[in-house]
């Protein structure tokens, strides 16, 4: 793009991964400080900033980002509204001329379509029943669904959409999602965005990543070797989409599962309250947090649990738990929750805080923990009782499933598998004669047994 300068690397492709950024000569640092690889003007990073500025001088987009409201007024749904018209600004499809051409018309133009599991077939996403993956994937494919018909309304009386709208389908929506999603930084001093070049860089994990996004001083986005790197000629240049990042996270956002990976990482389990609480829809509005619980691999064998939409599902009217009906000011109605008639503001967390004061909370904290095994169990159900099929699914060519989801999806269900059945054993060592033991009051930590 124009502004940008390779410093000491240039965009090229690695056998397996495809694009990457590729070292043009032997790098190290010097006394000086780190080397600077790359340098993106800061007018080409793709954020919020950015694109009100372009809105002042595109009367056209303006139209289109104002008519979509609070949506238009987020950084993801300013990003893909901007991608999805920088795409029909350079269509020879369309009769009319439509926006300003400008550098990004160009980079959007250049991007390639993503094949993330918003776009696997049917019988590709059979192969994923029993991982997290499964839900994820169904609930964004809805909150997509509810997205473009936001988009469909609010920009009816567009100038632009009254051009694009006959060539303007679900899949076009699907396409910039998946484009955000597998390009977006969350850049320091400016959030979450999108880099020209710098997204060539591939990911690499810990000790494996080769070079650090920042900002200089003028503002510019820059990629910089990190310390105790050296690069030779022809040598990938690789960065981090997130190291905290888990499995499904890594599949769901970026269509890819580096086949060294040793453990799931991190995964979300939800934990749907049951039919017979009659106070189910209540707590699902006042908890103010997911709905489920994070499990996390903190090496060394130790895993531990954190979420505190559980103690939700702990606690009902006999313990204390009321919900009722207030009006505030504005008319509308809220659901206020009180534990003990004191009332909760925190929803979930304050809940958590306030268990932990009771008298009886190691009673809470055991049913705490045995709820969650009971999901870890039945999780592993779903993976163990769906393995078979999905191992004898036909896949390659002359087939609906590709290889390479077959691969990816068998690499996940192993990796969950593995996470959940340590996790659940370990909650089996916590007990002893029916007494709980190892209790941190405020994350678990979960050690398995030498």
């Known amino acids: 793009m124009n502004g940008a300068q390779f410093h000491e690397v240039k965009s090229g492709i690695v056998s397996g991964r495809g694009g990457a950024l590729l ?25 919020m900033e950015t694109i009100r500025e372009h809105a002042r001088s595109d009367r056209d987009f303006r139209e289109v980002l104002e008519s979509l409201g609070d949506f238009g007024r987020t950084a993801r749904g300013a990003i893909l509204v901007f991608v999805l018209f920088q795409a029909t600004v350079s269509s020879d499809d369309l009769d009319a001329h439509i926006g300003v051409h400008n550098p990004f018309t160009d980079y959007v133009k250049s991007l390639p379509l993503e094949k993330l599991p918003t776009f696997w077939s049917s019988k590709e996403l059979r192969l994923l ?53 597998s390009r977006a930084l969350e850049y320091p001093g400016i959030g979450h965005c999108m880099v020209p070049c710098i997204d060539l ?29 050296r690069l030779s000629e022809g040598d990938e240049v690789t960065i981090t989409y997130g190291d905290e990042k888990g499995a499904c996270e890594m599949l769901f956002s970026y269509g890819f599962l580096d086949s060294a990976m040793q453990s799931a990482g991190t995964l979300f389990l939800g934990l749907p309250l049951p039919g017979s609480d009659p106070a189910a829809s209540a707590k699902l509005r006042a908890a103010d947090c997911a709905p489920g619980v994070r499990l996390t691999d903190a090496g060394n064998g130790s895993i531990e649990w954190s979420g505190d939409f559980i103690w939700m599902l702990c606690v009902n009217a006999d313990d204390g738990l009321q919900f009722a009906i207030a009006r505030s000011t504005d008319g509308s109605e809220e659901i206020q929750a009180l534990l003990n ?22 009673v809470y904290h055991l049913r705490a923990v045995t709820i969650l095994q009971q999901r870890l169990f039945d999780q592993l159900q779903l993976l163990y009782a769906s393995q078979d099929d999905c191992e004898a699914v036909k896949h390659g060519e002359g087939t609906e499933v590709r290889d390479q989801c077959f691969e990816q999806a068998m690499l996940l269900r192993r990796l969950e598998f593995e996470l959940l059945e340590a996790a659940y054993e370990d909650f089996e060592h916590q007990f002893v004669g029916g007494v709980l033991i190892c209790v941190d009051h405020r994350k678990l930590n979960l050690s398995k047994a030498k």
């Open 201 to 229: 860089a591939n990911h690499a994990a810990g000790e494996a990543k080769v070079a650090n996004y920042d900002r200089d001083a003028d503002g510019n986005a820059v990629l910089v070797l990190r310390e105790g790197k």
């Open 129 to 181: 029943h029993g991982t997290t993956l499964a839900p994820a994937t169904s609930a964004k494919l809805r909150s997509l669904a509810n997205e473009y018909d936001i988009l469909c309304t609010s920009a009816l009386g567009t100038r632009w959409y009254a051009a694009v709208q006959e060539h303007l389908d679900f899949d076009d929506w699907m396409q910039v999602d998946a484009m955000y999603r």
């Open 23 to 47: 070292a043009s000569l032997a790098v190290q640092n010097s006394v000086e400080g780190a080397e600077c690889l790359l340098t993106v003007p800061k007018d080409l990073i793709l954020s």
């Open 341 to 362: 008639d004191e009332e909760l503001t925190g929803g979930a967390a304050e809940l958590h805080k306030r268990l932990q004061e009771h008298a009886l909370w190691d």
